[in-house]
């Protein structure tokens, strides 16, 4: 929003005794003046300090334009709950691997190990931490690249080739056999002890390499401060089974004994899904990052020869199309957002215009894609999985998201968006290769553009 020359003339009166730049009482005062004579802002001081913001700015004709009915769904299960933990992108990708293992196994409400996942991850992405670690030994601590690094250690999230790493190294086993514990579904104490040894190891590490240690003594002191990591992660989430046997009651009360698994031969037997099959698309909407070209994201990864993290960056119509194609052919689909923008939490619903903030506070605070990525101000926050979509002449118009936060929210734990939020907060988008044609096909084959480490696309869902 412009300023307008009465406001800049009001901003300058700062007082002969005012240094450059200071904010002055003199401006505080004429700042209250003009809001006391301001009627429609002392009405909506007077609502948003007794009623929720939200509960003012919403726009309830839209909320309720946006019905829960859907031309193409698929979901006929529970919905799962992350709890206190931020996995929500490992279980989004194991609510999709589990939609091929409940038809094999004829349980319809099957659940993967989330915790098993969440193991696995955190010991690889402790490795992966060291070996940076070991590689930037040179560099000071106050080097951005180190700096960005060390703040962010241990936390919950994580981007869908991150996952793919996990399940193709570590296979998945049935929640029975690795449940949940106290600390995998509220992971603020275990993270914070996980970060603080990792941190105070990286120092001791990297003074042994300054002393001069050589390979094989900092190869022993990384093993020791993974044993030491290893201990603290397993008594907060217990030992993942190296083998275990399967039995189950079907849902036609069928008892079914398929014998014993390691985890990788469980996640083989009971899902067709090749992981590598599958590619990331993303809106990157920054025109200095041209469409139908790969990306990566530099120090972004969690196991060491594991996949990298490779976007292709599309059109957000060929992402709304390739989307709705899976599901209509019946396979739902993995996707990345900024969940919080014009989401009614009360009613698990989403629109680009469900709430008018600007219009509560009477201030402009509408910005494109673009601006709200470069200056950011949005980012990929959460993945969920869209398990339907409403078509009107072959076009979504509204979609059906199963988010992971419980089913005794919105419709049993299941959402509605309606599309008019997916251009504006639609960030990824997983899809099978084979959908793919022309430029962004090609674009498979290419190196990829490598963004630093710090850069907005590398946010973790």
Known sequence: MSINAAEKGTVAMSGPSARQGELSPATVQAFDEGFASDPRRLRAQNAVTSVAINDIALN???????????????????????KKSGRCWLFAALNLLRADARKKLSLKNFEFSQNHAMYWDKLERANAFLEDMITLSGRSVDDRLLSFLLGNVMNDGGQWNMAVSIFTKHGAVPKEVMPETESS??????????????????????????????????????????????????????????????AWNDDNKKYCNAGTFTPQEFLRKFTDMNLDDYVCLVDDPRPEHPKNTPLTVDYLGNVV?????????????????????????????????????????????????????????????????????????????????????????????????????????????????????????????????????????????????????????????
Not at 205 to 224: C, D, F, N
Request: charged residues 25%; glycine residues 8%; aromatic residues 10%.
């Open 305 to 461: 020869g594991g996949n990298p993290v490779l976007y292709l960056n599309a059109d957000i119509e060929v992402m709304r199309e390739l989307a709705a194609a899976a599901i209509v052919d019946g396979e739902p689909v993995w996707f990345g957002c900024d969940v919080s923008p014009q989401m009614s939490e009360k009613d698990g619903v989403w629109a680009g215009d469900l709430f008018d903030y600007s219009g509560v506070y009477g201030v402009d605070l509408v910005s494109t894609k673009e601006d709200r990525v470069r200056y950011r101000d949005s980012e990929m926050t959460h993945a969920m999985l869209f398990t339907g979509v409403d078509l009107v002449n072959g076009r979504p118009r509204r979609w059906r998201v199963e988010n992971s936060w419980g089913s005794e929210k919105f419709d049993k734990g299941f959402c509605t968006m309606d599309d008019s939020w997916f251009d504006e907060y639609v960030f990824e988008v997983v899809v099978n290769k084979s959908r793919l044609t022309g430029p962004l096909k090609d674009a498979l084959s290419r190196e990829p553009l490598v963004l630093p480490a710090w850069d907005p696309m590398g946010a973790l869902a």
């Open 185 to 246: 579904s509220n992971t603020s104490a275990m993270n914070k002890s996980l970060s603080s040894h990792l941190r105070k190891e990286a120092g001791v590490l990297r003074e042994a390499i300054t002393a001069g240690a050589l390979p094989e003594q900092v190869a022993a002191h990384k093993e020791r401060i993974l044993r030491d990591f290893h201990a603290i992660l397993t008594i907060h989430l217990g030992t993942p089974p190296k083998d275990f046997e399967w």
């Open 60 to 82: 309830r004709s839209r909320l309720l334009s946006v019905p829960g009915s859907i031309s193409h769904r698929l979901d006929d299960w529970e919905a799962v709950d992350q």
